[in-house]
Nanobody
């Protein structure tokens, strides 16, 4: 069974770059799924799709986050990464990685605060 685990800093200062990693076990990021996604949930709000990376390596982003987001993969480590530049307190959220077939990580809380 494919398992996903997010990791990253719990606290980031405004204007800095947030970097998160999703480590996949039980499957390959290049063959097991068509795509992998990053999704976040701000406090008191719904889920927001941020972007996806396909098994081909192609990436797609939410238009509202495209200018600040970068999703990549490390095939040697079987990991998906997310970078979000110039963060503000509005980027405070629980961040999830997920696969097309419905496997989700447990999420990682990120707070943007000085």
């Amino acid at each position: 069974q494919v398992q996903l685990q997010e990791s990253g800093p719990g606290l980031v200062k405004p204007s800095q770059t947030l970097s998160l990693t999703c480590t996949i076990s039980g499957g390959s990021i290049t063959t097991n799924e068509v795509y992998w996604s990053w999704i976040r949930q701000p406090p008191g709000k719904g889920l927001e799709w941020m972007g996806s990376i396909y098994s081909s390596g192609n990436t797609y982003y939410s238009p509202s986050l495209k200018s600040r987001s970068s999703i990549a993969r490390d095939t040697s480590k079987n990991q998906i990464t997310l970078q979000l530049k110039s963060v503000t307190p509005g980027d405070t959220a629980v961040y999830f990685c997920a696969s097309l077939s419905g496997n989700w990580g447990q999420g990682t809380q990120v707070t943007v605060s000085s």
